[in-house]
């Protein structure tokens, strides 16, 4: 009897009686998830100039579809903000226009799936690197080519902008080369005044070149004494004509300057004795960096492809070019709505589907080496409901795809990379092969599924 009014006494109250108050609560809600970003598109003024941009899209989703962000954007200006989704890796799609005053746009739009935005820092499309000096054409400048050590007629090139653009292509900005064939050892050539300091003229089929110190806007030089250059007789694959373009370093400290040696004119057959020619001397020149580019030697075949190496900080110039080709590929379905590939060597860092719509526009789906399978026509599908392209239908003809094996083979610090516009064009820049596969116009607004289901919903 003691034991069970000892047990009595003991029991509790119930929880919120007046003896046993219930414990406060925390009513904070939780914070909703974000995404902080904070990047920006760097544009050069004459890429405004030559494409007549003034601003673009940046169109954000999650990989279900969700949009997180559609804005217009000026260039050169940094968005700050907080996506609202829990989602780590989103879809980043930008979208600008081009075209002359007054004619219909045509719009770009590059979409890069799964990748990082919190860390990217600008748009990797960007052709500016903050705090590098660009050379600025403000006028043109003269250069009288006297007594020519070579007999008439020659052919000849002369090159003097230093600058080979931050993506390492051809066409990247105002910069050419002129060339010809001259019948006169003494002749005038007329090129962009950048104040540069170094010309270089070479005699390409003589094997003979010339490095002259500019002394301003009209000048002259004396060329009755030319310097033998190294020539290079590439070994590459018979079913490519090939294209050498070439860049020389001075001054290593300085590695965001360099010389245009071999301009990427033409292109040469395997009857030619040799392809390129550079000054091996090394108290000229301390490294080089290397594009080639393969071109179908026919363009009858069934799937062309064309192929492309990017070699940097060269000591010597190599002359075994492995150029990928038809094996390292194969296309399983090439419909909008369903496209396959694998890659049987090896997987690509990355690959870029490429198709038009509309009238004329462009659409490049850019997807690591492992996401073999993709509907390119729903993404497009969900992209023309944005601001710039609302109104386009998705109607794709599929022009192909190009895939890449960089020299990091993961996707994802690959383009953490990319984007850091100082990072990516940082030199020595890696080194990398491409291969881009033409598959012509596949499939069509009868045979996809969006079309399909679009006049099912119609009846």
Known sequence: MIIILFGLSCKKEPAGSPNNPMPPQDTTAAPAPKLHTSLSYLIRKYTFDSTGRTNYELYVSEAGGRVLLDTLMD???????????????????????????????????????????????????????PGQVYPWVTGTATM???????????????????????VFLPSSGPYFSPEGVSYSNNFTVSYPWEKDDYAYIAFPYAGLFKLHKINGQNDSVDLSHLDTAKTVSFNWPAQYDILPRLFGYMDTTNRS????????????????????????????????DLLLTGYPTSYGQSVPVQAGIR?????TIPVNVPFLDESYFTVNSKTPDSFSVSFPKSKPTFYTFSAMFGAGNNFLLTVPGDSTVLDPEIVLARLVKSRSLKGIGPAMFINGFTMTIDDDPNYQSYMLKQGDVTAANKRPMSNQKTLTVGLGYQGGPEVTRYFQQSTIMKR
Do not use: C
């Open 257 to 288: 300057k360099s010389l245009l040696l071999a301009p990427g004119h033409g292109q040469y057959t395997h009857n030619y004795a040799y392809q390129t020619m550079y000054p091996a001397n090394k108290k000229l020149f301390q490294k080089y």
């Open 144 to 166: 009288q080519l006297m007594n020519a050590g070579v007999p008439a007629p020659f052919y000849w090139q002369f090159m003097s902008n230093d600058d080979p653009g931050p």
């Open 75 to 129: 260039y050169n200006r940094t968005i700050t903000t907080d996506l609202p989704t829990s989602e780590k890796l989103v879809d980043v799609t930008v979208i600008y226009s081009t075209g002359l005053r007054g004619a219909p746009p045509q719009y770009w739009v590059y979409t890069y799936k799964t990748v990082d935005l919190a860390q990217w820092k600008n748009i990797p499309l960007s052709d500016s690197v």
């Open 311 to 315: 070699w940097t900080w060269l000591d």
